[in-house]
């Protein structure tokens, strides 16, 4: 009888009869649930861990409470403690991340990546927008195509840049470089004054 158990393979609930405990946690077609409380309800999904979650088909989930929701798309992997994957084939990677958009990716402790192709990797970052990249620790990205990388910087226009700790790029295409550096919008100058003479620019009067 000993001689046919599987070995190198143990599972603990604590004392506590809890999910998947009769081997009912993969109710997807060829999905797979290996844990206490894992759920694989997708098609073709895994879920590896204490209540992890692979809800949607061709989804991974693995560690404590990583979800890849039903909303998910095919390959979304949520991975680590507490990491959510939804709305199209997003990556979380590490504690208490969130990615939610087709490529998004949160890498970190924790992160939020929303939108497509969005990214946010370090600590406590956001990239909120298409194409948005935050990385470092507590940045900011929101605007599509923006840029914030440093300490606490904020990208918050279209296509701006933030480099730097505490840099601020709050207008579309800004941007602000170095530390403590902010941007504003920018005003229409009709002349310049140098050495005490005052000159017009050529061209039509901005407004």
Excluded: E, W
Excluded at 4 to 23: A, F, L, M, R
Excluded at 85 to 94: C, K, L
Excluded at 136 to 143: E, R, Y
């Amino acid at each position: 009888m000993d001689a046919n158990k599987t070995h190198y393979y143990s599972v603990n609930d604590g004392g506590t009869q809890q999910g998947n405990y009769n081997n009912n946690g993969a109710t997807g077609a060829n999905s797979m649930a290996a844990g206490v409380a894992a759920s694989a309800s997708g098609a073709k999904a895994t879920a590896i861990g204490y209540n992890a979650n692979a809800l949607a088909a061709s989804t991974v989930a693995i560690g404590d409470s990583s979800t890849a929701s039903s909303s998910a798309g095919v390959g979304s992997v949520a991975m680590g403690s507490q990491s959510l994957a939804t709305a199209g084939s997003a990556v979380a990677i590490g504690n208490q991340q969130t990615a939610s958009g087709n490529g998004a990716v949160a890498i970190g402790d924790p992160n939020l990546a929303t939108g497509t192709g969005a990214v946010a990797v370090g600590a406590n970052n956001t990239a909120n927008g298409t194409g948005a990249l935050a990385i470092g620790n507590a940045n900011s990205a929101t605007g599509t195509g923006s840029l914030a990388l440093g300490n606490t910087s904020n990208a918050a226009g279209n296509g701006s840049l933030a480099l730097g700790s505490a840099a601020s790029a709050a207008n579309a295409n800004d941007v602000a470089l170095g530390s403590g550096s902010v941007t504003a919008a920018a005003n229409p100058t009709a002349t310049g004054t140098i050495g005490g003479t005052t000159y017009s620019y050529a061209g039509t009067t901005p407004t």
